[in-house]
């Protein structure tokens, strides 16, 4: 595949902020003068797709919710594109097109907010990972970078979790998305400044990771 970075927006359940994700480290990598495509792989609710057309994006969305998302990208993408956003389903409703989108990527970013019930749900994503490596032509894992959303600001907790997270063997982005109404808000309008932000600084940080990968 000719993109240079694909990035799987994965977590176990659906209101993680998956799609505001995808849809703001989009925007932001767009702003940053590259390439980009973002892919639909959620059949079920088609959001990112729905939110490109009511926002009137500058970069394009395709719908792709099938279970060999690895065999049929490459194809659509070609050498047109710098970088490519994956919106997935929910993993615990359909494991296998994430597992595809996953033997895909080059990097996974997971959207956590830092509770106690959606730290329980890192060890199955990590074990989709692995399984994913398994089926990967050369066994190797992509970037696996936990992202800290939905936080209050000067909140202990988020600490914590961050501190937990990271002795689990988890790469955490030292960028944090803070609950914002700009954010909880933003479904079907146009993203203008996503690169000023802190989804912004979250793909400068990717950008990093892919470098010394």
């Not at 099938?66 to 494991?95: A, F, S």
Request: glycine fraction near 8%; proline fraction near 6%.
């Amino acid at each position: 595949m000719s993109a240079q970075i694909v990035i799987a927006v994965v977590n176990l359940k659906g209101g993680s902020t998956k799609t505001t994700t995808a849809a703001h480290l989009g925007s932001a990598l767009h702003e940053a003068d590259l390439r980009v495509l973002g892919v639909d792989a959620d059949g079920e609710n088609q959001h990112l797709a729905a939110w490109q057309t009511a926002g009137n994006w500058p970069w394009s969305v395709v719908g792709m919710a099938v279970p060999n998302l690895h065999k049929q990208l490459p194809g659509v993408v070609g050498d047109r594109y710098d970088v490519v956003v994956i919106d997935t389903p929910p993993m615990k409703e359909h494991r296998g097109v994430v597992l595809s989108a996953v033997r895909l990527a080059t990097h996974v970013v997971v959207p956590l907010a830092p509770t106690g019930i959606e730290y329980q749900q890192l060890p199955a994503v990590r074990s989709l990972i692995d399984d994913a490596a398994d089926l990967r032509p050369d066994g190797r894992k992509p970037v696996v970078a936990v992202l800290l959303t939905r936080c209050v600001p000067g909140a202990s907790s988020t600490g914590t979790y961050r501190d937990l997270i990271t002795a689990d063997g988890f790469t955490v982005l030292k960028a944090q998305v803070n609950r914002l109404e700009r954010f909880a808000q933003a479904f079907g309008d146009p993203i203008v400044g996503a690169a000023n932000t802190a989804y912004g600084d979250a793909a400068d940080e990717l950008l990093e990771l892919e470098v010394s990968a």
